[in-house]
């Protein structure tokens, strides 16, 4: 590793002992820009990297709220800014048991780059509780909503910060959200995304981050001389990434065998019935377990981990962060996977990276392949600005225009940095390079 990045490195991981996800991807971000920091010494002298991995600003507050039973809650909230050198602070709202500011900072870092890799003038950050919208009642989320909001708008604006949604913030949450800031500022401006389309959402946002995940992957199979028709893939997951990726992999042809939710998975050799899995798990939002019921030749085994052992030509990890280790890296690569595609955050451990990596098969990583759901989100902000709506077809172009340039773009930067096929390192570089850019031309500030 450059010495530069050893000794920034090192010096966060003194700072912040207790973040081990945010170390963990600072670190896979600073090894692969070792080669950009050997031909660029003006960097150090500018502290670029310390400034770029401290957080502008990290908002840590309090949620109390009251439930339907008349008790009083208490939840934590986090708002990370982490960097808008290139536009307002973008990125998702996370409601999750396991929140922490370490998986917030870890999100936020990624979501700078990732923002940067869709040429679109998106800064980065990222925020959540720990709150479980799980298995409560609809006034239950509400009343949540309502509090995390009440703190929540002071930080935020449509130039200044736009969230969105993540893990456990979907539909109804958003629409709670945004309702309590027009009701309390009285504005109707595009201060989240995700909205409705009855309020000002874009289509396509839904399917944006599945679909662009598919666009990626299907733009690098061309370069290896493969597609997805009659492919088999193992999707784990059953949220919204998972969901649409499914959707566009089945229209190109490819055959989806496996899914997951976070109790268990389900396989089917015949191919997993995708109205089946949205019924239960986006409508009635129940347990994966209940597809079985419907579906006689599939198989339900508890645990998630093992869906990683069903065969599979690609992989595309859509659930959560480290969620292939090296072993499990190991048995897919043994059964002969020849791509993984990242739709969740970091779903790959460093050193399931490397396996993959030296084994031959390739690797999309997160921050480019996922980045389709914030550069819908980007265009939901663009088509607000000009008070203007566009159909299904123009949006869903533009999302493939963006995905297609992206892998160009990480392709392009592995490649010029001697590291051909590495788009791990790739997309770090390119992302990097116009964030550093912009932060060089601003000075000291
Ligand atoms: P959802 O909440 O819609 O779905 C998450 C899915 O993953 C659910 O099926 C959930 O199961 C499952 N899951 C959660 N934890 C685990 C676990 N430990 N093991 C196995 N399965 C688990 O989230 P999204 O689909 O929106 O997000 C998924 C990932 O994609 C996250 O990493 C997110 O940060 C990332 N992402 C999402 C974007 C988006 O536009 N939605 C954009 C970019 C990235 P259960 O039903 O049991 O909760």
Not at 368 to 376: K, Q, R
Request: glycine share 12%; hydrophobic share 40%.
């Amino acid at each position: 590793m450059n010495d530069y990045a050893a000794a920034v490195l090192a010096g966060l991981a003194d700072k912040n002992p207790h973040e081990p996800e945010f170390l963990q991807a600072a670190k896979e971000f600073l090894e692969s820009l070792s080669p950009v920091l050997d031909k660029h010494p003006e960097y150090r002298d500018a502290a670029l990297l310390e400034r770029l991995t401290e957080p502008e600003r990290a908002i840590s507050f309090s949620v109390p709220w009251v439930d339907s039973d008349g008790k009083v809650r208490v939840n934590k909230g986090y708002r990370v800014q982490f960097n808008g050198a290139i536009g307002p602070f973008k990125g998702g709202l996370r409601f999750h048991p396991s929140v922490n500011l370490s998986i917030i900072k870890f999100l936020g870092f990624e979501q700078i780059f990732k923002n940067s890799l869709t040429g679109l003038p998106i800064g980065g950050g990222k925020g959540g509780s720990d709150f479980d919208p799980k298995g409560k009642s609809d006034r239950d989320v509400m009343a949540f909503c309502q509090a995390f909001m009440r703190e929540l708008y002071r930080h935020i604006g449509q130039d200044t910060d736009v969230p969105a949604g993540d893990i456990g913030v979907g539909g109804r949450e958003i629409g709670y959200l945004f309702g309590y800031y027009k009701k309390i500022k009285n504005e109707h401006a595009c201060i989240l995304t995700g909205r409705g389309l009855s309020y000002g959402g874009s289509l396509v946002r839904t399917e944006a981050t599945g679909y662009g995940l598919v666009y990626i992957l299907e733009e690098y199979l061309k370069t290896v001389g493969e597609d997805l028709q009659g492919k088999r893939l193992t999707v784990s997951g059953s949220g919204n990434v998972a969901l649409y990726a499914h959707e566009k992999a089945a229209q190109l042809g490819a055959k989806v065998v496996a899914m997951s939710d976070s109790n268990g998975y389900i396989y089917d050799e015949k191919g997993i019935d995708l109205p089946t899995v949205k019924r239960l798990k986006e409508a009635e939002r129940k347990r994966i377990s209940e597809y079985v019921k419907f579906h006689k030749t599939a198989k339900y085994v508890e645990g998630c981990g093992g869906i990683w052992d069903v065969k599979c030509d690609y992989a595309l990890p859509c659930a959560t962060q480290n969620e292939i280790n090296l072993d499990q890296a190991k048995i897919l690569v043994k059964n002969g996977v020849r791509a993984v595609a990242e739709g969740a955050n970091m779903p790959c451990t460093p050193e399931a990276t490397e396996y993959f990596l030296k084994n031959g098969a390739g690797v999309l990583p997160a921050k480019a392949a996922n980045a389709g759901g914030v550069a819908t989100s980007a265009l939901e902000m663009a088509q607000s600005g000009q008070r203007i709506f566009w159909n299904f077809e123009e949006v869903d172009k533009k999302l493939k225009e963006i995905m297609i340039d992206i892998f160009k773009n990480i392709d392009a930067a592995a490649r010029e940095y001697g590291m051909p096929g590495n788009f791990v390192a790739g997309a770090n570089i390119a992302g990097f390079k116009k964030v550093a850019d912009a932060m060089t031309a601003f000075g000291i500030v």
